[in-house]
């Protein structure tokens, strides 16, 4: 039985001395947390998380792809992490998702202004919905991209268009600012959490130790709000005609067991895209692919590496 650990500063991965922790600020003022780490001469590498996620989740992927000679970058989504919030308390509120692809263009603008590339992106999750939704948009332009576990759609068992119906109408009954569901404390609610992202117990408990060592990073359950966006957004990207005239270079990642996200509308939306290359993986994988045990994750850094050398070489 996993049970939530006690305070510890012990972590998987600690911040590399050598990285620069600051921040930028978008066109309205809003500061997002940011991360650097220079590389050596492979590229720069922007690496960003899905919900509720912080830079410090994704520093042990960043050390990877790091080794590999990439100059690294990420930065905490407004709303989350180190980049304040949106919401009441930890509520994960978002009032549209129109203003994260929003700030990541403009994140992407001065991101790449600052050295040579080749430029790559790689997402996680709501991280990939944003992406995606960018690329469509024809705002970023990066020279590849890598979806790992993207939101194409949530996981529900009514479905996509019921699901989003049922969220629109309890939404509708009070506040849309409010929690959509409790957080879960209890031994069980904590096993119930880890299975649905990791089946790797020391990674998962790398997340807490962080939270013990600053609680302001902890981000709880989404809103209604964001329950609703999330449907109606995905949902439009999965039919938007445009996706068929993306020619970015696409790697996907699919854990087909998800929990979290539709696994098969992601594979719909790859499907659509004209230069995409897709890997699956079965039920040894949860939503959180890149910190999963070492078979999984390290099958999945290999595909990517191999996918990024033969897709944005190094200059």
């Not at 989350?80 to 990541?104: C, K, N, P, Y």
Request: proline share 5%; net charge negative.
């Amino acid at each position: 039985m996993i049970v939530n650990p006690p305070p510890t500063t012990a972590t998987l991965q600690d911040w590399p001395t050598d990285s620069v922790r600051g921040e930028w600020h978008a066109a309205d003022g809003w500061a997002h947390r940011r991360y650097d780490r220079d590389g050596h001469g492979r590229g720069r590498l922007l690496l960003q998380a899905g919900r509720a996620d912080m830079i410090e989740k994704y520093l042990e992927t960043l050390e990877h792809f790091h080794d590999r000679g990439w100059a690294t970058t990420a930065f905490d989504w407004r709303g989350q992490g180190g980049s304040g919030r949106l919401g009441e308390g930890d509520i994960g509120h978002l009032d549209d998702f129109a203003t994260l692809v929003a700030d990541l263009a403009a994140f992407w603008r001065d991101w790449t202004a600052e050295g040579e590339g080749p430029h790559v992106l790689v997402c996680h999750s709501m991280g990939g919905f944003v992406a995606l939704q960018a690329l469509v948009e024809a705002a970023i332009a990066p020279d590849a991209v890598v979806l790992v576990a993207p939101m194409l759609g949530l996981r529900n068992p009514l479905g996509a268009w019921i699901g989003g119906g049922v969220a629109r109408l309890l939404a509708s009954r009070g506040d849309v600012r409010r929690a959509a569901w409790r957080h879960g404390t209890t031994p069980r609610a904590i096993r119930d959490r880890q299975r649905r992202l990791t089946h790797d117990l020391t990674r998962f408990r790398d997340e807490q130790a962080w939270f013990d060592r600053d609680p302001a990073l902890r981000l709880g359950p989404p809103s209604w709000g964001w329950i609703v966006q999330a449907f109606a957004a995905t949902a439009a990207l999965r039919n938007d005609p445009r996706l068929g005239g993306v020619t970015t270079p696409v790697q996907m990642l699919v854990a087909e067991a998800d929990q979290l996200v539709d696994a098969r509308a992601a594979l719909r939306v790859a499907a659509t895209l004209p230069n995409v290359e897709v890997l699956r993986f079965g039920t040894e994988s949860a939503h959180e692919i890149l910190r999963e045990a070492d078979p999984v994750r390290l099958r999945a850094l290999a595909a990517i590496d191999g996918f990024l050398d033969a897709e944005a070489p190094r200059r």
